[in-house]
């Protein structure tokens, strides 16, 4: 039972729900298409956001080369978080009595590994390009990690605590 439904979160948690490979195109789609479509809704509301430094952007270049590294940082470090949630969600070590100790433990783990990988891309940023924008990506990688850090404990218990499956959404708003 554990054992499927551990499959089932993560197929879920990858917004695929309980398809298979013997499934028809069409029904295939449906089930996609709705969380593709959140995702997208997602994707332009963080656009919108970058947009607010498009002059920015304009002047130094060398941002739109980095800002994926910076977006990429996150988004793993959400999905990772977010990963350990559900699975504590669905074999029942995460309760509400232990959530508050387990947000600020994942906050801890944001915080040492956001400042370990700020560090590594400061210092590479500073070298290639200077030190200022170095310090810049630092501090942006440190504030991004954590963010998603938190998203991915927060989202899910969030869901749970609405009845409605942590691992069915969560990954589309972890993400953003």
Same mark, same amino acid.
């Given at each position: ?58 002047? $130094? ?29 669905? $074999? ?85």
């Amino acid at each position: 039972v554990i054992e499927e439904e551990t499959e089932e979160d993560l197929r879920f948690l990858a917004g695929v729900g309980d398809e298979s490979l013997a499934d028809t195109v069409l029904p295939t789609v449906k089930s996609r298409f709705l969380w593709l479509l959140i995702n997208l809704g997602t994707a332009l509301l963080a656009s919108s956001v970058i947009k607010l430094f498009d002059a920015s952007i304009e002047q $130094m270049v060398a941002l739109a080369v980095l800002m994926p590294i910076v977006a990429s940082m996150g988004g793993n470090a959400g999905t990772q978080t977010m990963a350990v949630t559900v699975r504590a969600i669905a $074999m029942n070590q995460l309760t509400r009595s232990n959530t508050r100790r387990i947000i600020w433990r994942e906050l801890r783990v944001a915080l040492l590994n956001g400042t370990t990988v700020a560090a590594l891309i400061g210092v590479a940023t500073a070298l290639v390009f200077t030190p200022t924008l170095g310090a810049v990506i630092a501090l942006a990688v440190v504030i991004n990690i954590i963010t998603a850090g938190l998203a991915g404990v927060v989202v899910p218990v969030v869901f749970d605590r609405l009845d409605q499956d942590p691992a069915v959404a969560s990954s589309v708003f972890v993400t953003m």
